[in-house]
Structures are given as structure tokens and as C-alpha cells.
């Protein structure tokens, strides 16, 4: 069964400072991953995903997210976080045609002024 | 577009009661997923449905759970009799997906979700 890990539980960053949120996957072929963000009292919303191609994915609100198979990662970034990225981001992985689709943990995002 | 509706907010119920929760998935969209997610968790699928069907309720317990989706559209999770363990925020989810769309481009579309207490 495939499982995802965020190692960071709870991460604070300067607004401004760059942002890099860890995620590692383990699958035995090429997964489908997805970074999703929630706001408090929110529902999840989709930054991106990746299955194939380009291994340096952008994904809305400024956020990318590059792919490492060697190391079974998908971490997510951002070169300057804004107050408004305060919020609470999940790692998801999953299979063609959807079974298996598991989040991780999740890492918690405060943004200091 | 409307997004996927969910009622109630937030519920409060001592052990031992039933609940349910509402749903109302993004028109047209085929598939239908019920998570839980309990409090510092991620969510975790308890059932998915394509259409009016089931596609996945292995991790429903289904000795307390019910789900069902009359009609391919609106859906119903309940919760007879309640544990405590049951508390945790109940989210909604819905997407394209179906045999004609493929799963990486059929995002999920996440309700606000129901938060329940059970005292």
C-alpha cells in the first residue's frame, strides 16, 4: 500500500523568507501527486499535481513543486510568502484511475510579520 | 460555479446518538468521496461513490457508518450509534471523474465540511 510522510509537523516563516514544505511518497510505479492547502474552517483546494513530463511543476498562488524520483519527494516552494499562505498543506498521492488516493499528514504553516 | 455544499456546520451529539450529514457534489460531477478527518490528521476516504454506486467503502465501519447517493447526486453519511472517536471534521469531495475523464485531470473539489463533536 502506498503511504505519504510530511516530516514537518508545524513550520513559521518570516513573511517574505522562501518556503519549502517536504513531502515523500512510497509507491512502487510512478504516482499521481498533488499538494492541496486548507484554510482554517475550509475545505481543501488543489495548488498542482504531477504525474509525468516536466519534474518542476507550477501551481497557482506563486507555488511550485519539484519531483524527485531518486528520492521519492515531491516538496513544495515558494521564493516569498505572503501572510495569506498561513494554512495548513497536505501531500496526495494516488493511482490512475483514483483508487488508493491517500493524504499525508499534513504541516502547518504560520507566517510571521 | 456553485461548489460542493455541505450541511450541516457544525454538530454537537452525546455518544450513543445517531447523525447525519448532507451533501451536495458540483453538478455534473460523476464521483463522490466522504472523508474524515480527524483533528492534526490528514483526511481519511471512508467511501466513494461513481454515480449512484460504490466504488470504495473499505475503510466505512460499516457496523456504525452508512452512506448512500440516491439518484447520482445528492449523498447522506450517517453515524448510528456515535463514539467518541467519531469526533473529527467530515468532508465532502467531488470530481469529473468517471470512465470518459482520467483521474489526474478530474480534481477534487472539497466541501467546507461538518465538523461533529460527540460528547
Known amino acids: 500500500a502506498q503511504s505519504v510522510t510530511q516530516p514537518d509537523i508545524h513550520i513559521t516563516v518570516s513573511e517574505g523568507a522562501s518556503l519549502e514544505l517536504r513531502c515523500n511518497y512510497s509507491y512502487g510505479a510512478t504516482p499521481y501527486l498533488f499538494w492541496y492547502v486548507q484554510s482554517p474552517g475550509q475545505g481543501l483546494q488543489l495548488l498542482l499535481k504531477?504525474?509525468?513530463?516536466?519534474?518542476l511543476v507550477q501551481g497557482i498562488k506563486g507555488f511550485e513543486a519539484e519531483f524527485k524520483r531518486s528520492q521519492s519527494s515531491f516538496n513544495l516552494r515558494k521564493p516569498s510568502v505572503h501572510w495569506s499562505d498561513a494554512a495548513e498543506y497536505f501531500c496526495?498521492?494516488?493511482?490512475?484511475?483514483?483508487?488508493?488516493?491517500?493524504f499525508g499528514p499534513g504541516t502547518r504553516l504560520s507566517v510571521l510579520p | 460555479e456553485a461548489g460542493v455544499a455541505q450541511s450541516p456546520r457544525y454538530k454537537i451529539i452525546e455518544k450513543r446518538q445517531s447523525v447525519a450529514f448532507w451533501c451536495n457534489p458540483i453538478?455534473?460531477?460523476?464521483?463522490l468521496y466522504w472523508y474524515q478527518q480527524i483533528l492534526g490528521q490528514g483526511p481519511k476516504l471512508l467511501i466513494q461513490f461513481q454515480n449512484n454506486g460504490v466504488v470504495d467503502d473499505s475503510q466505512l465501519p460499516k457496523d456504525r457508518f452508512s452512506a448512500e447517493r440516491l439518484k447520482g447526486v445528492d449523498s447522506t453519511l450517517k453515524i448510528q450509534p456515535a463514539k467518541l472517536e467519531d469526533s473529527a471534521v467530515y468532508l465532502c469531495a467531488s470530481s469529473l471523474f468517471s470512465l470518459r475523464q482520467t483521474f489526474f485531470n478530474s480534481p477534487l473539489h472539497f466541501g467546507n465540511g461538518t465538523r461533529l463533536t460527540v460528547t
Open positions: 453538478s455534473g460531477h460523476a464521483t
Open positions: 496526495a498521492v494516488g493511482e490512475d484511475y483514483g483508487q488508493n488516493f491517500v
Open positions: 504531477y504525474f509525468s513530463g516536466d519534474t
